[in-house]
């Protein structure tokens, strides 16, 4: 089973969950006299049918993709690739999306993300091939069995725009990054606009000194973005974008500094120096995966 598919029965499973709910809902709000219960149920109801009109278009729209565009030195855009570093890469297609939280219009060129954040596998294979020193909390550069999948973190700016050059990408944009997680249509999570704590990691509901990253594509695809972009909020991350000041760079995602709720995709901070919580993926221009591209794995 493709990605393309894989998504398309977790949007069916989500309609048919939030069908049920609705009618549940609908029908408590019929049956109760009491205030406070009759606005829990409209509210609710209201949530539910936003939910399920984003599913109705999305599934409506991966069963009937739009025609991919074409460049030179690529027949086709293919929506899932995998480039030399062994890393796969999703495209995310040329146009309009809603930005912030205010939802303003913004419009971009395509290119490719990484699917999932840079690894403590890839950067150590990054240190062992380079003459890079070695950042200073991990000095003996080994890794606990186990950890290979988990997030780098705890990296520079500097240290995360090293490491895209030497495979041949670069930090997404502020607005690249909020596009690949969010999709066209505003959503707040990847996967909608009701939270769901299946399809992500919970780490804010942890005690701080407890928090700690998980294995990537541990929830992939029911978590991923419309485009396939997962592990979003796992982590904070660096993205190419100034922060109000050429001092501090925007970092993207979360959701380690949120205490009580979980994380949103429109979550916005920045940094100046290397932190416990931030790691990174990179993209590239579409009109230059060529040069950096082994293999699709869909067209």
């Known amino acids: 089973m493709n990605l393309q598919d894989s998504r398309l029965m977790q949007i069916r499973a989500n309609l048919d969950r939030d069908l049920r709910l609705l009618a549940e809902y609908e029908s408590n709000l019929r049956l109760t006299s009491d205030p406070k219960e009759r606005m829990k149920c409209q509210s609710e109801i209201e949530q539910l049918k936003s939910s399920i009109a984003l599913s109705k278009s999305e599934q409506q729209e991966l069963s009937s993709p739009p025609e991919i565009s074409r460049i030179t030195n690529i027949p086709k855009l293919a929506r899932l690739i995998v480039t030399r570093d062994g890393r796969q890469m999703v495209l995310i297609p040329a146009g309009r999306f809603l930005s912030g939280a205010q939802k303003n219009e913004r419009e971009l060129h395509a290119f490719y993300i990484d699917r999932y954040p840079v690894t403590k596998g890839d950067y150590l294979h990054f240190l062992e091939s380079t003459d890079r020193p070695v950042p200073g909390h991990w000095p003996d550069v080994t890794l606990p069995q186990g950890r290979e999948r ?40 990847p996967w909608g606009n009701r939270f769901d704590e299946r399809l992500c990691a919970t780490t804010w509901r942890f005690d701080y000194d407890q928090r700690d990253t998980t ?85």
């Open 215 to 299: 294995m990537v594509g541990g929830f992939s695809p029911q978590g991923d973005s419309v485009y396939g972009v997962s592990d979003v909020g796992h982590i904070w991350e660096w993205t190419a974008s100034w922060f109000e000041s050429v001092r501090y760079k925007v970092v993207r995602g979360g959701p380690w500094r949120d205490t009580k709720e979980p994380p949103l995709v429109i979550n916005r901070s920045f940094e100046d120096d290397r932190a416990h919580d931030v790691g990174f993926r990179c993209a590239c221009n579409a009109d230059r995966i060529a040069d950096i591209l082994a293999s699709v794995l869909i067209g």
């Open 150 to 189: 988990h997030p780098i973190i705890n990296l520079t700016c500097s240290e995360a725009m090293a490491y895209a050059e030497w495979v041949g990408k670069r930090l997404p944009t502020e607005d690249e990054w909020e596009k690949a997680a969010r999709g066209p249509d505003g959503r707040l999570w």
